[in-house]
């Protein structure tokens, strides 16, 4: 990829080609350059592709590397660091096979070795059955429901995070839940905390775009939502 050039002249754009092996659970104090100001308290979150390595193997695109969480916290004129591989299913398979087994955006799954010629022909023909098996790296973004931290990427599933210790808590499918194909890993938050998002669903009649909205309520918000469809 090699720097930008004149794009980002402030970015060196091969930093997205790093691969993180070591997660910061513990916060790190970091070096500061300037003044923070004292006014200044709170946490900001982010997330991305952290992990793009798994054994001999590297991913293809840069979509496809497994996310990584991180959090900057400031107080009193102070940062802390910390970072935590989002524990998705993809995650947990590629780790315990120590290769890439899951199928992503733009990189193959590794067949087993172990398999036959014909056995790697039924696994690529299961890629295009509706219904498989589907990547569950969401590693694009990470935003508030309530008093709740999700991340999410266009597919359709999300990942509850504690907002401690970046730990992954939960995962909830919006394919089973509401029938959504994909949805925007860019959701709109309200200034009352309601969450509005674009989705795509299946139906007898096509696929079909909805707005999914996820009203802000003190308990079970992300499974008391409602949808629009429109053609």
Known sequence: MGKNKGYYPNCDATIWLRSCKKEIIKP?????????PFWINGSLYRNGPGL?????????????????????????G?????????????????????????????????????QTIFHRCCRIASTFKWGGETSDNAMVSI????????????????????????????RIDLKEKMGVVCHSSHPHVMSNGT?????????VLGPQHNIVCFPNKPKNHVNDYSICSFM
């Open 28 to 36: 790190i104090k970091g070096k500061a350059s300037g003044t923070i």
């Open 195 to 203: 969450v509005y998002s674009l989705a795509v669903t299946a139906s």
């Open 78 to 114: 102070t940062v802390t660091y910390q970072c935590r591989f989002l524990r998705s299913n993809t995650y947990k398979r590629n780790i315990k096979a120590n290769r890439i087994v899951v199928t992503d955006f733009g990189t193959k799954s590794v067949p087993d070795p172990c």
């Open 143 to 170: 935003y508030p429901f309530g008093d709740e931290l999700y991340a999410l990427s266009e597919m359709p599933y999300i990942h509850k995070i504690n907002k401690n210790n970046l730990q992954t808590e939960g």
């Open 52 to 76: 793009l390595e798994i054994g001999d193997c590297r991913v293809g695109h840069l979509f496809d590397g497994l996310g990584l969480l991180h959090k900057f916290s400031i107080k009193n």
